[in-house]
């Protein structure tokens, strides 16, 4: 089964910024939906942000609006979700995620998404 890869976690003060990058196998999941979900210790895997397939329609969930922002590029087979203003409370392990193909509606549930990475650890020191 397809495997997404991701990289940029790391430990990071309060206020700082990472960048995290997935790559996708290749030119199909240009026609899948992409997300982002994280999952801090003792807690479930939560929704973080999501992007269309078209790349017209992004969503996030409420606590990292105006901190986080989900891009693609699919001549290069990447998703990207940049951080800014990080907190400690967004320390997890950042996972992406993969559905479709052309799906018509949004999905922030983890069990619509049908391809997975194996996560980056986010650690957001105080």
């Known amino acids: 089964q397809a495997r997404l890869v991701e990289s940029g976690g790391g430990l990071v003060q309060t206020g700082g910024s990472l960048r995290l990058s997935c790559a996708v196998p290749?030119?199909?999941?240009?026609?899948?939906?992409m997300g982002w979900f994280r999952q801090a210790p003792g807690k479930e895997r939560e929704f973080v942000a999501s992007i269309s397939w078209s790349g017209g329609r992004t969503y996030y969930r409420d606590s990292v609006k105006g901190r986080f922002t989900i891009s693609r590029d699919n001549a290069k087979y990447m998703v990207y979700l940049q951080m800014y203003s990080l907190k400690p409370e967004d320390t997890a392990v950042y996972y992406c995620?993969?559905?479709?193909?052309?799906?018509?509606?949004?999905?922030?549930?983890?069990?619509?998404?049908?391809?997975w990475g194996q996560g980056t650890q986010v650690t957001v020191s105080s």
């Open positions: 995620a993969a559905r479709g193909p052309f799906s018509t509606d949004r999905s922030d549930s983890s069990e619509d998404y049908s391809y």
């Open positions: 290749g030119p199909t999941f240009s026609n899948y939906d």
